[in-house]
């Protein structure tokens, strides 16, 4: 363990696997920010990732340094990642490293940049798959992409209406986000997005989905749940939130969360998805206008 810029770097050692024993097979591909599904082969034996123009691996952000990190061939054919004195850190699997190995399927953050590390045969055949993955889940908080989310509730509305079934939306978003990002960074920002996101995913069933709708603002998807039910697990999930501790560089972050709720059928007689939407966005609204912090269906 190596303590550096005030933050514990955890250096990460792995035994080598038979996937990663074939150079020239590897790349990393941006799986959330900039140049999203891009891929970036490894067929050089060390390779610069940072914000310089002589990098490799460019990322053009202000939280990437100019030199951030190498990724370099090993003997054994495996690829490591050597973080560079960067100033906001690597991160592999969330975890803070100055150098580890990679390993197949192993997230790799810089900066806000997320990348996903592939390797081993039938490279081509991972990067279509991943590429499909890219479409339905939001690679920063693995909630499901809003383009899954409309696809999902067009399917659900119609059919909530068609048999007379219960169907609740709730929409939701962080209390005074910007104020957050603004006052800590938006690599705080980010962190918080990814915890709170992990928090609700842990705690609703699995038929439910959850999604980001866009920046701090999410939906949430509750199949055969009618309004009381809602309320009830929503209520809980706010509850979570408020009660969890966020922390980004050993600062407690005090986090927030607004919701508003609809109910397809009932005296919510919304004609298309788009009402429906629509309907619980405006409560959310209601709720952000009447104090923030509480569920309003």
Not at 284 to 290: I, P, S
């Amino acid at each position: 363990m190596v303590k550096e810029h005030g933050t514990t770097t955890i250096v990460v050692t792995k035994g080598v696997s038979e996937a990663n024993r074939e150079p020239g097979k590897s790349c990393l591909v941006v799986f959330y920010g900039q140049n999203l599904g891009k891929r970036y082969f490894l067929d050089k034996d060390d390779q610069l990732i940072g914000r310089s123009d002589s990098a490799q691996v460019r990322i053009d952000e202000e939280s990437v340094s100019r030199k951030h990190a190498r990724v370099v061939s090993m003997n054994t054919g495996c690829w490591r990642v050597i973080d560079l004195g960067s100033t906001n850190g690597t991160f592999v699997n969330d975890q803070p490293v100055a150098e580890a190995e990679l390993n197949n399927g192993d997230m790799l953050r810089i900066g806000q940049t997320i990348f996903k590390y592939l390797s081993g045969t039938n490279i081509e055949t991972k990067y279509h798959e991943e590429f499909f993955r890219l479409t339905a889940i939001d690679g920063l908080t693995q909630a499901y992409s809003k383009r899954f989310l409309l696809e999902t509730l067009d399917r659900e509305f119609h059919r909530a209406i068609r048999h007379s079934r219960r169907l609740s939306l709730a929409m939701l978003d962080i209390d005074h986000f910007k104020q957050i990002n603004d006052r800590y960074g938006h690599l705080a920002g980010d962190t918080i997005l990814r915890e709170m996101s992990g928090i609700i995913l842990r705690h609703i069933r699995r038929e439910d989905v959850f999604a980001r709708y866009g920046g701090e603002e999410f939906a949430l998807v509750l199949p055969e749940t009618d309004r009381d039910q809602a309320i009830h697990i929503i209520e809980k999930l706010r509850q979570l939130i408020e009660e969890y501790r966020f922390s980004f560089n050993g600062k407690n972050i005090s986090v927030t969360v607004s919701f508003g709720v609809a109910v397809a059928g009932g005296r919510d007689t919304a004609e298309s998805m788009q009402d429906f939407i629509a309907c619980a966005d405006a409560r959310l609204y209601e709720a952000k206008q009447t104090g923030r912090n509480r569920v309003v269906g």
